[in-house]
Every structure is written in structure tokens, then in C-alpha cells.
């Protein structure tokens, strides 16, 4: 059983930066690929990033946050972290993490592209990005 929380989120200016944080028990996340994804209300939820390999070595970002966003481990807390930079207001949204049921799966486009063959959620911090 995986349980992930996410924290981090608040209200910042444009142009201003935000660390979320997805934190795991029941399982630690070396072995495992963890997803970031988005949502606004209304709208399809958006993949973000993703990370796998227990030294982080395979990473993948969504085209609208190339350049801006960092995606991380920290293996010590158990917690990958996206560091979010230059924000814009299009970033606002509701962040989840998420992973698969097995470990082994690998940072991919196409882990972004289905959000619906994950398994594990955390229940969303949220972003806004306004002045």
C-alpha cells in the first residue's frame, strides 16, 4: 500500500518560484517513477513531470514548463520535489503526484500522456499564481 501526500502550494506572484513536495509511506519511492499532474476545474487533468530511477536519472517535463520546473529526489525523506520557477498565472491549478502500483516503470512522455494507468494519488496542493 502507497500513500502520497503533496505539500508545498500557496499563492505567488508572477515571476515568482514554489517547491512542492510529494511525500511517500508505506513504500519507499527509490524504485518507483513518480508523476506530477494538474488540474483547473472544468478542465482534462495535465501531465507535468516525472522522474524514475532511484538516482533520478530518467526525467521527463510537459512542453509548457520546459525550462521553468525541476523535478527531484530526495531519498533521505522519502520525497520527490518539483521546483517550480517563473510562474505564471496559467500555472495555477491543483498539483497531484502520482505513481504506478508496481516499481520498475520508467519517466516517460507517455507516463504524462495517461494519467489513467496510475494507480496511487495524492489529494492535490494547491497553486495559484496571481498578483
Known amino acids: 500500500q502507497v500513500q502520497l501526500v503533496e505539500s508545498g502550494g500557496g499563492l505567488v506572484q508572477p515571476g515568482g518560484s514554489l517547491r512542492l513536495s510529494c511525500t511517500a509511506s508505506g513504500t519507499t519511492l527509490d524504485y518507483y517513477a513518480i508523476a506530477w499532474f494538474r488540474q483547473v476545474h472544468g478542465k482534462e487533468r495535465e501531465g507535468v513531470s516525472c522522474?524514475?530511477?532511484?538516482?533520478?536519472?530518467?526525467?521527463y517535463y510537459a512542453d509548457s514548463v520546459k525550462g521553468r520546473f525541476t523535478i527531484s529526489r530526495d531519498k533521505d525523506k522519502n520525497t520527490v520535489h518539483l521546483q517550480m520557477n517563473s510562474l505564471n498565472p496559467d500555472d495555477t491549478a491543483v498539483y497531484y503526484c502520482?505513481?504506478?502500483?508496481?516499481?520498475?516503470?520508467?519517466?516517460?512522455?507517455?507516463?504524462?500522456?495517461?494519467?489513467?494507468?496510475?494507480?496511487?494519488w495524492g489529494k492535490g496542493t494547491v497553486v495559484t499564481v496571481s498578483s
Open positions: 522522474i524514475s530511477g532511484s538516482d533520478g536519472s530518467s526525467t
Open positions: 502520482a505513481t504506478h502500483r508496481r516499481p520498475g516503470y520508467v519517466c516517460s512522455g507517455s507516463m504524462l500522456d495517461h494519467y489513467y494507468g496510475l494507480d496511487y
